[in-house]
């Protein structure tokens, strides 16, 4: 049975999201990345790709008036978006659709965004995947409908020219992830790596390409979430203020 329930949006006191027990919530995350990418007074349109109940969109509509687009493929999580959406009052600022990315940009016009964030699915799935039965957790969690070559693919076409793509995934990918990067003209230009703990290994990877940009990658300094009592660091609590 699924049960919904209204918390605020993880620090962010003036936020709220709707929330389902049996599905795969938001995380940290989805906190991270939007204090991650690239923001200016230029940008004008942002897409979310797989924004789940909208926490990202919802965080960057604190830092920028641009308008912001999240798609997300499951009927039942993208309701979750449009009552978090509703109940934030951002109904002008923010706009949720129901369908699946692979349709949705080939119905787009060509260099439509100036931003695209996605927090997609970290593991890659095959026939031998140790996959969740709840279809919710499945689809966020593993590349059932999405995997990176995918969606490099859709923000080469979508982006604008110099058009930046972040997104958050797993260190051990990061090769895959460049690689995918520069296959679609996307140029890596920052990449951040988030440690559980100071001297313990990153378990999260921040990171940032530009379209057709020009070569040259920055490596930001380490971002470490906890201390050792378990509290955030002062690092991460700055982002709930």
């Given at each position: 049975?699924?049960?919904?329930?209204i918390?605020?949006?993880l620090?962010?006191k003036d936020l709220k999201?709707?929330q389902?027990?049996q599905?795969?919530n938001f995380?940290?995350?989805s906190v991270l990345?939007?204090?991650?990418v690239?923001l200016?007074?230029?940008i004008?349109?942002?897409?979310?790709?797989?924004?789940?109940?909208a926490?990202?969109?919802?965080i960057?509509?604190t830092k920028t008036?641009?308008?912001?687009?999240g798609?997300?493929?499951?009927k039942?999580?993208f309701?979750?978006a449009e009552?978090?959406?509703?109940?934030?009052k951002?109904?002008?600022?923010?706009k949720i659709i129901?369908?699946?990315?692979n349709?949705?940009y080939?119905?787009c016009?060509?260099?439509?965004f100036d931003?695209i964030?996605?927090?997609?699915?970290?593991?890659?799935?095959t026939?031998?995947?140790?996959?969740?039965?709840?279809?919710y957790?499945?689809?966020a969690?593993?590349?059932?409908?999405?995997?990176?070559?995918?969606l490099?693919?859709?923000?080469r076409k979508l982006l604008k020219?110099?058009?930046?793509?972040?997104?958050v995934?797993r260190?051990e990918r990061f090769?895959e992830?460049?690689?995918e990067?520069k296959?679609?003209?996307i140029?890596?230009k920052?990449v951040?790596?988030?440690?559980?703990?100071?001297?313990?290994?990153a378990?999260?990877?921040?990171?940032?390409?530009?379209?057709?940009?020009?070569p040259g990658l920055?490596?930001?300094p380490p971002i470490?979430?906890?201390?050792d009592n378990?509290e955030?660091?002062e690092e991460i609590?700055?982002?709930?203020?």
């Amino acid at each position: 049975m699924l049960m919904k329930v209204i918390n605020y949006l993880l620090g962010y006191k003036d936020l709220k999201i709707v929330q389902d027990d049996q599905m795969f919530n938001f995380s940290l995350d989805s906190v991270l990345l939007p204090n991650f990418v690239t923001l200016n007074k230029k940008i004008d349109k942002i897409l979310d790709i797989g924004c789940g109940n909208a926490p990202i969109p919802l965080i960057l509509s604190t830092k920028t008036t641009a308008k912001i687009i999240g798609v997300e493929i499951q009927k039942s999580v993208f309701k979750l978006a449009e009552e978090s959406v509703t109940l934030n009052k951002k109904n002008d600022q923010i706009k949720i659709i129901n369908d699946d990315i692979n349709n949705y940009y080939k119905e787009c016009e060509t260099d439509t965004f100036d931003i695209i964030v996605s927090n997609p699915p970290f593991f890659k799935y095959t026939e031998t995947s140790n996959i969740n039965k709840n279809d919710y957790k499945t689809i966020a969690r593993h590349e059932v409908k999405l995997n990176l070559g995918e969606l490099f693919k859709i923000a080469r076409k979508l982006l604008k020219n110099n058009g930046v793509i972040a997104i958050v995934n797993r260190p051990e990918r990061f090769v895959e992830v460049v690689e995918e990067m520069k296959n679609n003209n996307i140029e890596p230009k920052r990449v951040q790596f988030v440690y559980p703990k100071m001297n313990s290994e990153a378990n999260v990877m921040l990171i940032e390409g530009t379209k057709n940009g020009k070569p040259g990658l920055k490596l930001l300094p380490p971002i470490y979430t906890h201390l050792d009592n378990g509290e955030y660091t002062e690092e991460i609590k700055k982002y709930f203020e």
